[in-house]
């Protein structure tokens, strides 16, 4: 099927494709120069090059990693891909964070703005706090430790708004 009748469909499965089999030559093909990944929790990164190395770095940190599509919802020139993927922190460091060798389990969303067959833009959104709690960077939900950590926070911050207050008064 040639890239100019590929539908948004088409392409965003192709993706996830390369992907899920690791391809990240493939991965590379389906980016324009201009193409741009924004990964809400972690940040973004344009052109090929610099997406192909965020999904090597990826794949390092996660031997195992694994994504599966739930649904494609796709209209015009946008396709939207419900996702969940599963690895274990076993490899190389992820952005900056050693491997703890705990598992991660997420779900998202990636919104996929397409044109001749390839992503332009890809905005993806998934729990970055989740993912933290779950390689062992922020304490499990609910447990003693998030509790003291929301206490503390909150200390904290009821601290900044008095010293705030008072700096008001002053003026």
């Not at 990964?39 to 990164?45: K, L």
């Not at 274990?88 to 001749?116: C, K, N, S, Y």
């Not at 933290?132 to 009821?158: E, H, K, V, W």
Request: glycine share 8%; proline share 4%.
């Amino acid at each position: 099927m040639a890239s100019q009748t590929r539908t948004p469909e088409d392409v965003a499965r192709g993706v996830f494709e390369a992907v899920s089999s690791h391809n990240l030559d493939k991965l590379r093909e389906m980016v324009p120069a201009d193409g741009v990944d924004d990964f809400v929790p972690v940040g973004e990164f344009r052109g090929p090059d610099a997406i192909r190395g965020f999904f090597a770095e990826i794949f390092a940190a996660f031997p195992d990693f694994n994504i599966t599509i739930d649904r494609i919802v796709s209209a015009g020139s946008t396709a939207v891909v419900q996702w969940h993927l599963s690895g274990t922190f076993t490899g190389g460091a992820f952005q900056g964070i050693h491997p703890t060798g705990r598992r991660v389990e997420l779900r998202g969303v990636d919104v996929m703005d397409i044109a001749d067959g390839k992503v332009r833009h890809n905005t993806s959104y998934f729990d970055g706090a989740a993912m933290a709690r779950q390689i062992g960077m922020l304490p499990r939900q609910d447990s003693a430790a998030d509790r003291a950590f929301l206490a503390a926070f909150n200390a904290r911050t009821r601290f900044a708004t008095q010293v705030q207050t008072m700096r008001e008064r002053r003026t």
